[in-house]
């Protein structure tokens, strides 16, 4: 099975920024309830001006005037589609598909998050850099690296990702002991920074130190060294 964002794209001639009368609207509703529930999907009714929402298995739609939205196997839109042809208060124009859901546990997450290690250090390290060592930053980066590296799943499609942002927390952790980011008390609450090379220990090499290194491995190429200078002037003629 494969699961994908869907939207229903649905025309409603008494709705356009909303119900030209009370009567347009429960039509409406009671037409789109009834067509869900005559395909076996369950109808959870909208409360404090929300929309009605229906549920099937593991699949849901937020039944909106302008689109039938959400989370459902791919394999089933048209027959839905064909049955929302029956409608007579609205009408379906498209169907469009967005990114995949995947049937994916806790330990598959974390597992899948482990092997882009290397990657996540490095998007942190670039989200946390400042223009200067007394600068922090005091936005949720955890949550923004987790969302960024996120893995769209059946069990998180109503906005939970607890596994990312706990296994970016962990990892920013990690780096906060291993003195590759600083953290700091600022005015709005606690702040975070990328280390500097110096405060992680990293020196750059003297400019000598890199020529005396070039000229060596040239020698041992056969190579002569190559001299600094200006270019010989052409014998006059």
């Known amino acids: 099975m ?20 009370d009567t347009d609207r429960a039509a409406f509703k009671e037409e789109s309830r009834r067509l869900f529930q005559e395909l076996g999907w ?31 196997d791919e394999a089933n839109t ?13 009408y379906c124009y498209h169907i469009d598909r967005y990114e995949e859901y995947r049937d994916l ?21 670039k989200r946390c850099r400042t223009k200067r060592s007394n600068l922090y930053i005091v936005d ?5 690296v987790a969302e960024h590296f996120k893995v769209h799943r059946l069990c998180d499609r109503h906005g939970n990702n607890k596994i990312g942002n ?14 590759w980011l600083v953290s ?34 040239s020698q041992e190429n056969g190579a002569p060294p190559k001299k600094k200078g200006r270019k010989p002037s052409a014998p006059s003629l």
Not at 81 to 87: P, R, W
Not at 166 to 179: A, I, P, T, Y
């Open 78 to 90: 048209e027959a839905l589609q064909e049955k929302l042809t029956q409608a007579r208060t609205f």
């Open 105 to 125: 546990s806790d330990e598959g997450y974390r597992a899948e998050l482990e092997t882009k290690r290397d990657e996540i250090i490095a998007y942190i390290l």
């Open 166 to 179: 706990q296994f970016v927390s962990e990892l920013m952790d990690e780096l906060l002991q291993k003195g």
């Open 140 to 144: 949720p980066i955890a949550a923004h």
């Open 2 to 21: 494969a699961y994908r964002k869907i939207y229903f794209r649905i025309h409603t001639e008494c709705y356009s920024s909303g119900w030209s009368s």
């Open 42 to 72: 369950t109808v959870k009714l909208g409360c404090n001006g929300g929309c009605d929402t229906v549920s099937k298995d593991r699949q849901d739609l937020y039944l909106h005037p302008s689109s039938f939205s959400g989370v459902m």
């Open 184 to 217: 700091g008390k600022m005015t709005h609450g606690d702040g975070i920074r990328t280390a500097t090379n110096k405060e992680r220990g990293i020196a750059r090499q003297p400019a000598a130190q890199v020529d005396r290194q070039i000229t060596i491995r």
